[in-house]
């Protein structure tokens, strides 16, 4: 298994190019299955979580075709073309989509297309419980008849779906991917109140627009369909990965310096400009991206608590923990949104980092130095949490179990080693 290895205490100066966003990539790839058409998408990461979704769609009867960018180029991603012109199988089965639980999300596309699917239960994973009641509740609600059978979601709906006012009692991503898809190809209007408003939910709702959807509402709590007899092909670019964005902004906080985030948009994350500022980092706006910048000064404490958009989100949640594992006083670090996402807590501690949890809430207490060490990724956003620590540590730190890292973040060594990072991947 590869690890990294990263010597801190280098300044990060440079740009980066931001890849096109896992969170929007994959469920767009999942509207290819609504049509018998292609669905072009361009600015698509290279990521683990990219290849495995391909996996499943096809097994759904997509085909993919790629024009791709050379090796070893950072940054315009790659065009995949995918059509699915025929539902092939409509059963998801467990060994898919318990290792990754977007997938379950091809629930909607296939149920509206072929009036039934069967699609496994997801399972729990390593930041929570995660069950999909919302989803189902969605699904019910546009008429389809649900039933669990063998850990399996057996939905059908031999007449199409219908549409019909879905309110989410709680707000979902997923939940609001999977109903959105859904209703675009049911009969009749369908309103979706309380959605979730995260941008790759816009970016999902603008691409089935342009596969000839009806939706109002893109942006808001409240999406309106008008459902459709059937949806088109279409070309569609994906948005810029804020998470991605937010993390190096956070990485060049941590290790100090001056970086240009090629492509990032500030508009996917107004929060941060304000947490960051607060906490002594600058970030700017410019043309063509973000630039992120700090002095020598020391990095103030700052409260967050994750919301769902437009709040402070739960996938930087780790990575701002990090962060203020060098602050000058106490920061309180409060998770809303996952019951069980301080996994990196315990590795920062191996790192030298003062935190106390107290249920949802982590109090870091900052220090002025940090240590390297032999450290663990145990999920996405947990694993980059350490790079940034390390970046910023005393001398050498070993990450094992860097496959998590692969999942979300395209060229993760190579953009940093771009900006004066002493980072490698080491492999076996
Ligand atoms: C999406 O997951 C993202 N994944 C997550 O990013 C992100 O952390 C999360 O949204 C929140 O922003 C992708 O986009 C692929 P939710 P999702 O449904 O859709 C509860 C990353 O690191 N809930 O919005 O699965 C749920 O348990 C990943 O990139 C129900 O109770 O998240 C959680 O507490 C990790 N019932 C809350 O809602 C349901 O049916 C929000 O989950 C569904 C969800």
Redesign the pocket.
Same mark, same amino acid.
């Given at each position: 298994m590869d690890r990294i290895r990263i010597r801190g205490g280098n300044r990060l100066q440079g740009e980066i190019p931001i890849s096109g966003a $896992?969170?929007?990539a994959?469920?767009l790839m999942i509207a290819s299955l609504l049509t018998d058409e292609t669905l072009t998408l361009r600015n698509v990461p290279r990521l683990a979580?990219v290849q495995l979704l391909l996996r499943i769609i096809r097994n759904h009867g997509a085909d993919m075709t790629v024009d791709g960018k050379r090796a070893g180029q950072l940054g315009h991603g790659e065009t995949i073309h995918l059509t699915a012109r025929q539902i092939v199988d409509t059963v998801a089965p467990y060994d898919l989509v318990s290792k @990754?639980?977007?997938s379950f999300?091809v629930l909607g596309p296939i149920l509206a297309r072929c009036g039934e699917a069967r699609i496994s239960l997801p399972g729990g994973?390593a930041?929570?419980?995660?069950?999909?009641?919302?989803?189902? @509740?969605g699904m019910e609600k546009l008429g389809a008849k649900i039933e669990l059978d063998g850990g399996y979601v057996v939905a059908s709906a031999p007449k199409g779906l219908t549409g019909n006012r879905i309110v989410f009692p $709680?707000?979902?991503?997923?939940?609001?991917?999977n109903v959105l898809m859904a209703a675009a190809l049911a009969k009749g209007e369908s309103i979706l109140e309380n959605a979730?408003r995260?941008p790759?939910v816009g970016d999902l709702a603008e691409c089935l627009q342009k596969m000839g959807a009806k939706i109002e509402g893109i942006g808001t709590s409240r999406l309106i369909v008008q459902g459709v007899d059937r949806l088109h092909g279409a070309t569609h670019s994906v948005l810029p990965d804020r998470?991605e964005a937010g993390t190096y902004a956070m990485a060049a906080g941590m290790a100090g310096g001056d970086v240009k985030l090629v492509g990032a948009r500030g508009d996917l994350f107004d929060v941060l400009f304000g947490i960051l500022a607060q906490a002594g980092i600058e970030m700017t706006t410019e043309a063509d991206g973000l630039r992120v910048q700090r002095d020598g000064n020391g990095i103030e404490p700052v409260n967050v608590e994750t919301q769902?958009?437009p709040g402070f989100?739960?996938?930087l949640q780790a990575q701002f923990m990090a962060l203020m594992c060098k602050s000058t006083g106490t920061a309180a670090v409060r998770e809303t949104?996952?019951?069980n996402?301080f996994m990196h807590v315990q590795e920062l501690v191996r790192l030298g980092a003062e935190i106390t949890l107290n249920g949802d809430t982590a109090l870091v207490h900052g220090v002025e130095t940090l240590r390297g060490a032999e450290v663990m990724a145990t999920?996405?956003?947990a694993s980059v949490s350490l790079v940034i620590a390390a970046l910023a540590a005393e001398g050498e730190t070993t990450i094992s179990r860097v496959y998590h890292l692969d999942?979300?973040f395209e060229s993760l060594e190579g953009k940093l080693t771009h900006c004066g990072a002493d980072i490698e991947r080491i492999s076996g």
């Open positions: $896992k969170n929007a994959l469920p979580d @990754m639980r977007a999300w994973c930041i929570g419980t995660r069950p999909v009641d919302l989803h189902l @509740m $709680k707000v979902s991503v997923g939940a609001t991917h979730a995260e790759e998470i769902p958009f989100p739960t996938d949104i996952f019951e996402r999920d996405l956003r999942r979300g």
